[in-house]
Nanobody
Framework: QVQLVESGGGLVQPGGSLRISCVVSGLIFSIYDMGWYRQAPGKQRELVASITRGGTTNYADSVKGRFTISRDNAKNTVYLQLNNLKPEDTAVYSC?????????WGQGIQVTVSS
């Protein structure tokens, strides 16, 4: 059974930082491309950052220079470091594992940026 479990979300003040994690089980993590998505209330889900199995990263323009995606294949984990957070970063963040047309999603965690 494939499972993706996110952790590390919460409430943070503007300008603050968080690191969220996604631990994956039930598949060969190292061959999957991984992505972090977010969905704010009333908005469509959007891709925040992705990292290929080879380590190539890609970011949404809105988070470039502030967020960093990384992966640890030994721990079957993908991370998203969120720095200089803004209120507009408030959303449910979900991780996705993709290998060709196979996609698996985590349940999502809340990140709230507010003073």
């Amino acid at each position: 059974q494939v499972q993706l479990v996110e952790s590390g979300g919460g409430l943070v003040q503007p300008g603050g930082s968080l690191r969220i994690s996604c631990v994956v089980s039930g598949l060969i993590f190292s061959i999957y491309d991984m992505g972090w998505y977010r969905q704010a209330p009333g908005k469509q889900r959007e891709l925040v950052a992705s990292i290929t199995r080879g380590g190539t990263t890609n970011y949404a323009d809105s988070v470039k220079g502030r967020f960093t995606i990384s992966r640890d294949n030994a721990k079957n984990t993908v991370y998203l470091q969120l720095n200089n957070l803004k209120p507009e970063d408030t959303a449910v963040y979900s991780c996705k594992a993709q290998w060709y047309n196979e996609n698996y999603w985590g349940q999502g965690i809340q990140v709230t940026v507010s003073s």
